[in-house]
């Protein structure tokens, strides 16, 4: 018997082409054997976001936030029509819905909105006319009537906030890779590809920079209890789901290791030693929307502390500035920084129950001669700051150092 | 004191680079010394809609309306963005509407959608915050909530539609050419350009293959009162205005004179003399949505008619097809067609109190041995089908003969 309902997302590089459009096109109708009813959501075609955002930047650096919305929202428009097209064309009934003819409502916010609701009416009567239903990823309307944008990767999110209000339990998320990896494997070539993985550690690796999945997606799938198949959209093959973790494989403690790149690390040398200071600190940087990632603060012996924290390298100017501000104010001695490190990470929900996890990564590290910079923890997850420079090879010899090496 | 309002249409060559917005935007603001709201009404940039057209060609050669619709659509959202931005980066307040955001309701017919009325609350209320509204041409919503495009060219449409929606007595049509002209100048050097003409002289203008302007936006312009100011968005010099005839130029009885080759010719010989014969041939054509042209029916000596008409060159494998079946069933010897012709026309509400002008077109013709193959006329128009090589020297001919040449 065939299952009620699907949700099938397909990211840029799955629909970047004609070719490729008709590749998804009989991918889809293909499933119409195992399911009732198809829902497609699909991000604009290869490049053209990023074509779109080279015309903004042509006509302003600082373009108003909804005129950036009703423009590039329009690279899906173009994307699901034509995938509605190809489904046509192989002799199946098909339509493409904008975010805003599909019910999706957004709050008043323009770039990063979250979606709050989805009016699913249109959807279904679609759907019941015996239509596949295309829908457009990564946008929505707000209370009056604007198109928005739900941030860069959000199709996922759309997908996946699709398939709640839906109710199908699953939602395929067709990918240029065949699933979730224990690493990148453009880095580390003995990384193998997960089964399974819990939404917690696929949270943690989304948020630490494997950019497989969008994590809101990933939040919004573990809230509402959808199951999200991570798979190739170029194979057959099986791919990882991402599910509850009951049924893990918790054998092993770690489940993946991760590289980020992207950050620098700032100090504010000898910060007098008073209530609140840390305080100051960090609700100025929030004030400036910057996000803090790891933070430590360190006690000199002239009562002071030296207080430590990382940013992405796109607000380290305006971070350092800050800083340099906070310093006087604070009458500390200084700031210094480091613009060339990498946060290594290592994810699994097997941790909790397995001590010596960290040790054994720090010793990793420690006898291969890599100096760590800052340390950081969750549960699930521990991250060190250490040189750039050694930053892949550190990734390889931790990968392999908790069995996470692919034996084929 | 300024006058209230005014609706400016941009056409593709207007917008069709970063560097062509930022003048739009130029002249846009430079227009609020004159005017205290205005509407903006743009195109897609440049070859934006060709390039949608070839993508959906290489999924399907005959997509369903409603995707080739809701693909084609996106080009004018892009520049109707891109514009606003433009505006707002020179420092004024704009914002940019889709058809549907606009309140375009169009018939519930796909691809060549009538506007059937425009709820202006949303562009009134943007007015009235100090805005400049960019709306974008080319589409609408039917009562689905289903994107539609009103046809190739509608964005002059659009733009007469909001002028009358929103009581704007003039809508400035910006092109790439200066005005209306006496006949195409890059085809006759002599080519003079109109300071005026009438609405009724630029349908047929239109109509007979000049594409400064969509017949459609003439008419519309014509039942709503609006004067349409044709102009160059390159210069600032006085375009054409199309308007009431009252004040025109009539002591020359032609304005214009235009060359349609587009068309060919098909004759049924030899249809047996019966009532009802001519009826069904039509009817057969209409039936295949083939628009005719011209038609002239000649009697022969053995009591059979001879009917040809001319259809355009793109459904003319279907009309001889049909024209094939029609001679066998009704009983004519054979039909014959020619693709090599040219239809040349002359326009003038003056022709109508001149005695003679047909006189003097087909003996220009004449004296010159230049065949004439088939004659139409209206009040305000004569055409006749002639050999396509001939085609140029007779409209240069002509247009001199009719006093049309530029003595500057």
């Not at 699901?80 to 046509?88: D, K």
């Not at 948020?207 to 509402?224: D, I």
């Not at 609700?283 to 002071?304: C, G, H, P, R, Y």
């Not at 521990?382 to 692919?406: T, W, Y």
């Amino acid at each position: 018997m065939k299952q009620p309902i699907i949700v099938k997302k397909f990211g840029g590089t799955s629909v970047g082409s004609p070719e490729r459009i008709r590749a998804v096109a009989d991918r889809v109708i293909k499933s119409k054997e195992q399911y009732e009813n198809i829902v497609v959501v699909v991000s604009a075609m290869g490049d053209t976001t990023d074509d779109l955002i080279s015309l903004a930047k042509q006509i302003s650096l600082t373009p108003s936030a909804r005129e950036y919305d009703a423009l590039i929202s329009t690279g899906e428009n173009i994307s699901a029509a034509l995938v509605a097209m190809a489904i046509q064309e192989k002799g199946h009934d098909a339509i493409s819905l904008t975010g805003w003819q599909a019910g999706v409502k957004t709050e008043n916010i323009h770039s990063k909105a979250k979606i709050v609701s989805v009016d699913t009416q249109r959807i279904q009567n679609e759907l019941k006319a015996g239509k596949i239903v295309i829908v457009t990823g990564f946008q929505g309307l707000d209370d009056f009537n604007n198109i928005v944008t739900i941030g860069r990767g959000g199709s996922d999110t759309s997908a996946v906030v699709l398939a709640a209000a839906l109710k199908a339990p699953v939602c395929d998320i067709y990918t240029d890779v065949d699933g979730v990896y224990t690493t990148d494997p453009r880095v580390v070539k003995k990384a193998s590809k997960l089964n399974e993985i819990s939404y917690d550690e696929m949270l943690e690796l989304a948020s630490l920079g494997a950019k497989v999945l969008h994590p809101r997606s990933v939040e919004c799938a573990k809230v509402n209890g959808i199951m999200i198949h991570v798979r190739s959209s170029f194979s057959d093959v099986e791919g990882t789901l991402v599910k509850e973790d009951s049924k893990m494989e918790v054998n092993r403690p770690v489940t993946g290791a991760t590289l980020n790149e992207e950050e620098v690390m700032i100090s504010i040398l000898n910060v007098p030693d008073q209530p609140g200071i840390a305080s100051q600190i960090f609700s100025t940087l929030s004030a400036a929307s910057i996000n803090v990632d790891m933070i430590i603060q360190s006690t000199e012996q002239n009562k002071t502390n030296t207080i430590t924290f990382t940013v992405h390298q796109d607000d380290f100017a305006q971070a350092k500035t800050l800083s340099e501000h906070l310093a006087k104010q604070l009458g500390a001695k200084d700031i210094q920084w480091d613009t060339a490190i990498a946060k290594l990470s290592i994810v699994g929900v097997g941790m909790i129950s397995k001590p010596g996890v960290a040790a054994k990564f720090f010793t990793a590290l420690g006898k291969n001669n890599i100096n760590i910079k800052l340390i950081s923890t969750s549960e699930i997850k521990i991250s060190c700051a250490i040189d750039k420079q050694e930053a892949k090879r550190a990734l390889a010899l931790v990968h392999s150092e908790f069995g996470l090496d692919n034996n084929a």
